[in-house]
């Protein structure tokens, strides 16, 4: 059975943060309330989340992964060792690309915000994106 590892995140907008795992491809489940998360065996685990990936979308062997809002309003990420593991070989849940696509989009929704600035391009180039934004 793979142990969860818990890590604050830096995201606290829970509209940008689901798009973002759209966008990455997934399908999040969203409750009102935490739910328990699913081990690999489809087994309750005592960790807790109001977003969660459910493991049938990462691989067959993984667990659900989720996110539960703190009462500092930062997220936390349960996430288990094994979809750990997996992700630093390029497949399944990599954090820093929900990092990225989540600070891509919290850009692109307070420059829609104002008046003063306009969107020009954005475009992924090396695994970066590059945004660029000019006075109206």
Do not use: W
Not at 77 to 83: P, R, V
Not at 97 to 126: C, D, F, Q, R
């Amino acid at each position: 059975m793979s142990e969860y590892h818990t890590c604050e995140i830096e995201l606290k907008d829970k509209i940008i943060l689901i798009e973002s795992l759209k966008e990455m491809g997934y399908k999040p489940v969203i409750y009102d309330s935490p739910q328990k998360l699913r081990g690999y065996k489809g087994d309750l685990r005592i960790q807790k989340a109001e977003i969660i990936i459910p493991k049938s979308q990462i691989s067959r062997a993984s667990n659900d992964i989720g996110f539960n809002r703190g009462k500092n309003g930062k997220y936390t990420l349960y996430i288990s060792e094994y979809d750990e593991s997996i992700a630093e070989t390029g497949r399944g849940f990599v954090l820093n690309n929900l990092k990225k696509t989540y600070a891509k989009n919290k850009i692109i929704k307070e420059v829609s915000k104002t008046s003063k600035y306009k969107l020009k391009t954005i475009e992924g180039v090396n695994n970066k994106i590059k945004i660029k934004i000019e006075l109206k």
